[in-house]
C-alpha cells in the first residue's frame, strides 16, 4: 500500500487557523522524517489556479492539514481539480488539536471525510 501524500497549508493570509496549532503542526511534520509539502496558502494557490492543486487531486490518497473539508473541497473544485471523496482526508487545524492533527497525518490509513453531494461523510472531529 502506498502512502498518502501529505499536504500542510500554512494559511498566511486569511490567518483563520490558531498560529499556535498550525506552527506545532508543521514543527512535529518536519521532525517526523515523512515527506510532506507544505504551502503558504491553499486560498491563493485557488485563487491562481496552480496546477499542483490538480497534480495532488490527481495523486491518489492524500491528506491535507488546512481548515473545514467542504472548504477545502471548494478550492480544489475552484480550479477543475477535484478530489477524490473516497481517498482525501481533510484535518481541521481549526477545531482539532495539533496533537490530533499530527496524529491522523502520520497514521497510515485515510479516514476520507470530504463532503459529497446528498452524501454523507465519516463523522470526525475534522468534518465540522
Known sequence: MTAPCLLYCHCQYAQVIPKTVKEEVLRRLCESGVAFDAV???CEMAARRDPALAQLAAAGAVKIAACFPRAVKGLFHQCGADLNPATAEVLNMRTLTAE??????????VTPNIPTKGGSTVATPANS
Do not use: S
Not at 100 to 109: F, I, K, R, S
Open 40 to 42: 503558504a496558502d491553499l
Open 100 to 109: 490530533e492533527v499530527v496524529a491522523a497525518l502520520l497514521a497510515p490509513e
